[in-house]
């Protein structure tokens, strides 16, 4: 029996045992070391803020319906994994165990998953495990560079410096951009600063917007709005240029009532795009898709072009969850990635 993390109710998280069934013949054995814990999606789960909690998204008429979709208790959330293969099944000749993989297969101890899906996700030898727990938090980063369409050249200002906004920082840096970092957090600041960017802004202090236009003159070529405020979003398209575009890629909770739309989203025909990870720039999508997001974030690490150790800010034991949750919804401003360690229980 393997043991997974559950949601039993809005703030409350515990462990459960579930069957570590045989193996098919195409499949590995995977034994969880490091999983990361996602400070968007999952803490909404955490929470009881999710939109699936009140409503179900009909995936035909592309509408949200009022028929929740997820219902307490939660299981199988949790998206940046890395482990060991233990196990291989019997059609694998090529697969050795101790390969070490990458994925996306829940906060559990164990994971039986086809070859097909992993054979793509192995980390090189003597790779830090530590970068398997980045590709797909990475990819949602990436996502919204590519949206921007970044030029050599152009400003880019980047609203909100969690882990995703610190990697984009970077992504936009190797695209050949100045990079205008806002946050209301100086340590998030400071590290923006020495992760590439050009200015950084704290927004508690200054009006970004008239302060990003006083740097430029004109506003930034585009914005990044990867935080999830309504706040942010408005201030990010009161500092864009006219004529000009948002990438909005943060998941926004409730209302819009700090987002005015009459102001100068109107009057400076701003470009508003949302970047999801479920969906792919349509001029890209027939050369992009979300794998090829998460190798070029991998193979960016190994080639230390990115960096994303130093983003990590707390480890805690697997059996310890219910307090890494508890940091994160309670003092978000001291965390960037946490991660649980699931090797003292594998």
Not at 324 to 332: G, V, Y
């Amino acid at each position: 029996m393997g043991q997974q993390l559950i949601f039993s109710a809005p703030k409350q998280v515990g462990l459960e045992e579930y069957p570590d069934p045989p193996l098919q013949p195409t499949e590995v054995r995977v034994v969880t070391h490091f999983s990361g814990i996602s400070a968007g999606t999952e803490l909404t789960q955490y929470r009881g803020t999710n939109p699936y909690l009140q409503k179900h998204f009909d995936p035909e008429q592309r509408l949200f319906v009022d028929q929740p979709g997820l219902t307490y208790p939660l299981r199988g959330f949790g998206y940046q994994q890395v482990g060991r293969i233990v196990e291989v099944g019997s059609k694998l000749r090529e697969v050795q165990v101790g390969q070490m993989v990458w994925g996306s297969w829940g906060h559990r101890t164990h994971a039986i998953l086809d070859w097909s899906l992993v054979s793509p996700k192995r980390l090189p030898q003597g790779a830090n495990p530590l970068w398997g727990i980045f590709p797909r938090i990475g990819a949602i980063a990436l996502n919204p560079v590519h949206e921007a369409n970044i030029h050599v050249g152009e400003t880019v200002a980047i609203f909100g410096l969690g882990v995703i906004g610190l990697i984009a920082i970077q992504l936009a840096c190797l695209n050949g951009a100045a990079v205008i970092a806002v946050d209301r957090l100086d340590k998030r600041l400071e590290l923006a600063r020495r992760l590439g960017a050009d200015h950084v802004i704290n927004f508690h202090n200054d009006d970004p917007a008239k302060t990003i236009k006083t740097l430029t003159r004109r506003g930034v070529d585009v914005s990044l709005e990867l935080s999830g405020s309504y706040t942010a979003l408005h201030e990010a398209i009161r500092a864009t240029a006219y004529n000009s575009k948002v990438v909005a890629a943060g998941f926004y909770q409730g209302e819009g009532l700090n987002l005015s739309l009459g102001e100068e989203f109107h009057h400076n025909r701003i470009q508003l795009i949302s970047s999801q990870i479920q969906g792919i720039n349509p001029t890209l999508s027939h050369r992009w898709d979300r794998l090829r997001l998460e190798q070029t974030v991998m193979a960016l690490a190994i080639k230390g072009k990115i960096e994303l150790l130093s983003l990590i800010s707390h480890t805690f034991p697997a059996g310890e969850a219910a307090k890494a949750f508890e940091l994160i919804d309670q003092h978000s401003g001291e965390t960037l990635q946490v991660v649980l360690d699931f090797r003292e229980m594998s």
